[in-house]
């Protein structure tokens, strides 16, 4: 039996999982397919975090120092897994960059893939250089400057469209993106603090900033910085006459009226999809997927973040879409089933 724990994925859940392992004294493996480790936050240059406010830089700068610096931790970045041999307690994995690893137990923590815009094309992305995504204004606010691609200028107006690629049986997105509201939210008051004169608006079919978000959030976010909720439905976003301002279409459901609203800038606030890579992760690891595409669970109350097979544990966005302090709690839990699950093999009589 070998005590190793493969861990694939290097984002905010298998940062977590590698720290609680090598933490109690055991070995990890940490293998991504990015060149760096700290998964979407620092792939796409995420601004102040929500809940805590923090720089995404720093905070999930300090996860990744403290597994990349620990002795229990080997990395491999730029890698895959190609292959997986063997069964619980003794797998043998094949990595992209030639290596082989022994391990007891593989924690799947591969996460998602952020919406891709061009899906929704009605809503102007693709079309129109001044409508673009929430990863896009993240990275904005990271530069200090709110600004139209199209000529620099500061927007007057910006339109946040919510749930796009989310909550769209259309388009076959059934889920609910569950962070997405709260990040629009906060977006709302931080473009507000760079450019006090832009105006706000929010458009949504329901608002869920769960939990105490609500009131750190949305409530803050409207009577403290003046962002405007607009309940709607979106037909589509337009060029308007003067070939410079983007027409946003559809219909305020709360007085059933048709609207037709100028903006300078459109933010789609995109939804978290299952990672691209999730079949070939099924078929190199075995495991099952859900029928949106997400990674399955085994049995949810005694085999807490189980896959369908024995030995290989899933969690964080992997699973369904998650917030960072979740994918955390995932992270660390898997790491204690893992560690948990050797040792108690070990501990069997031969
Ligand atoms: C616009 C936006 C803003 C957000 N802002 C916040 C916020 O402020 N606060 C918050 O709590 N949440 C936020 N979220 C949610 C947050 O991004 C997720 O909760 C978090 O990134 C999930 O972490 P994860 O480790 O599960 O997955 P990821 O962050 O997706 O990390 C997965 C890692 O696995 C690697 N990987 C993928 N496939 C493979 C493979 N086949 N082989 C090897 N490696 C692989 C990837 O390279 C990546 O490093 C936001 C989401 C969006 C869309
Ligand atoms: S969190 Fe809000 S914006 Fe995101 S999918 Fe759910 S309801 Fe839509």
Redesign the pocket.
């Known amino acids: 039996m070998d005590d190793t724990i493969l861990i ?8 977590a999982a590698a720290h609680g392992v090598a933490s109690v004294g055991r070995k990890a493996v940490l ?4 060149d760096r ?8 240059g ?1 601004a ?4 805590s406010g923090e720089w ?1 830089k720093d905070a999930i700068g300090r996860m990744v120092t403290r597994v990349a610096s620990h002795p229990n931790v080997g990395v491999h970045t730029s ?3 190609t292959a997986l041999e063997g069964e619980a307690g003794d797998f043998r994995a094949t990595l992209s960059n030639g290596e082989t690893v022994a391990a007891g137990a593989v924690i799947l ?6 919406f891709d815009a061009i899906n929704k094309p009605e809503w102007g992305f693709g079309s129109f250089p001044d409508v673009v ?3 896009q204004v ?1 990275q904005m606010v990271g530069a200090g400057k709110i600004a139209c691609p199209s000529d620099g200028r500061t927007p007057e107006r910006v339109a946040i469209l919510l749930c796009v690629g989310s909550r769209d049986r259309q388009i076959g997105r059934e889920w609910c ?1 569950k ?2 509201c ?2 629009s939210t ?1 977006l709302a008051m931080e473009i507000k603090e760079l450019s006090p004169e832009t105006d706000v608006y929010i458009y949504y079919m329901d608002i869920r900033t769960f939990g105490l978000y609500e009131d750190k959030f949305y409530w803050t976010s409207q009577e403290e910085f003046g962002t405007k909720f607009v309940k709607a439905r979106i037909a589509e976003v337009t060029i308007a006459p003067d070939g410079k301002r983007l027409l946003v279409k559809g219909e305020d459901t709360l007085v059933k009226r048709p609207i037709v609203i100028p903006f300078d800038l459109v933010v789609h ?4 999809d299952p ?1 691209e ?1 999730n079949p ?2 099924a078929r190199v690891f075995g495991v099952g997927l859900e029928k949106h595409g997400f990674l399955e669970r085994g049995e949810h109350y005694t085999s807490t973040f189980g896959s369908t097979r024995p030995g290989i544990y899933v ?4 699973l369904a ?7 955390i709690a ?2 660390l839990a898997m790491a204690m089933r893992a560690v948990g699950e050797l040792q108690a093999r070990s501990a069997q009589p031969a």
Do not use: Q, R, W
């Open positions: 694939v994925g290097g984002g905010p859940t298998g940062l293998v991504d397919k990015a480790l700290g998964g979407a936050p620092i792939l796409s995420y102040k975090l929500v809940p995404a890698t895959k897994v923590a591969t996460g998602f893939t952020h995504t929430t990863t993240e993106s962070i997405c709260t990040v906060n606030a995109i939804g978290m990672n890579d070939e992760i969690g964080g966005s992997a879409p998650e917030d960072i302090d979740s994918c995932h992270g």
